[in-house]
């Protein structure tokens, strides 16, 4: 089993920058991908980022690529989603998700595991 926790969202003005952590209680972190999804009101959840299990592969969407990274401390089991130049249009729910032996997969269906999300609110 693994449990994911979100911290980090907030309210910012648009280009301000936020940094979002996913803390995950599992003894084999190295095992999992992870990855960063999206869901904003009324509209379905959407790929952010993901991470391969050993760090190798990275993956982005094309509406963050240039502006938000993905990084992991495998030491403090944690996934961080760094994020620049916020936009107006990247207000939503962030979650967190794990896959067992990921290589991270821009699909939601890959990852067996979600956090509760964490709120990020960009101004115009």
């Known amino acids: 089993q693994v449990q994911l926790v979100e911290s980090g969202g907030g309210f910012v003005q648009a280009g301000g920058s936020l940094r979002l952590s996913c803390a995950a209680s599992v003894r084999t972190f190295t095992q999992y991908g992870m990855g960063w999804f999206r869901q904003a009101p009324g509209k379905e959840r959407e790929f952010v980022a993901a991470?391969?299990?050993?760090?190798?592969?990275?993956n982005y969407a094309a509406s963050v690529k240039g502006r938000f990274t993905i990084s992991r401390d495998n030491a403090k089991n944690t996934v961080y989603l760094h994020m620049n130049v916020l936009e107006p249009e990247d207000t939503a729910i962030y979650y967190c998700a794990a896959e067992f032996r990921g290589r991270g997969s821009l699909r939601p269906q890959s990852y067996g595991y979600w956090g509760q999300g964490t709120q990020v609110t960009v101004s115009s």
């Open positions: 991470i391969a299990d050993f760090g190798g592969i990275t």
